[in-house]
Nanobody
Framework: QLHLVESGGGLVQPGGSLTLSCVGS????????IAWFRQGPGKERERISC????????EYADSVKGRFTISRDNAKNTVYLQINSLNPADTAVYYC?????????????WGQGTQVTVSS
């Protein structure tokens, strides 16, 4: 069974940057595409990015395109989300999820989430 753990969240000032990590254990992470989601206060969960098993193909929601970068290191069983130019609207709990491929809606595993708060 795949187990995912996110880290890297925190309090950051507007304009700042963070790198979130999603570490897998239990099964090889390169068996899965990995998506990042976020859920802000009072908002629905939003899928923001996805990376395929090899890391060759990535997808981004329009709301984050150009500011967020997803990448993976399969040797470390880790997927990263680099977040730049943060603004208060990015405040949310960020989750990673494992899927067979990016376009599949259902996820095989979810992490517990990491909180990102953007505030001055």
């Amino acid at each position: 069974q795949l187990h995912l753990v996110e880290s890297g969240g925190g309090l950051v000032q507007p304009g700042g940057s963070l790198t979130l990590s999603c570490v897998g254990s239990g099964l090889p992470l390169d068996n899965y595409a990995i998506a990042w989601f976020r859920q802000g206060p009072g908002k629905e969960r939003e899928r923001i990015s996805c990376i395929d098993r090899s890391g060759d193909n990535t997808e981004y929601a329009d709301s984050v395109k150009g500011r967020f970068t997803i990448s993976r290191d399969n040797a470390k069983n880790t997927v990263y989300l680099q977040i730049n130019s943060l603004n208060p609207a990015d405040t949310a709990v960020y989750y990673c999820a494992a899927k067979p491929i990016c376009r599949v809606v259902a996820s095989d595993a979810w992490g517990q989430g990491t909180q990102v708060t953007v505030s001055s």
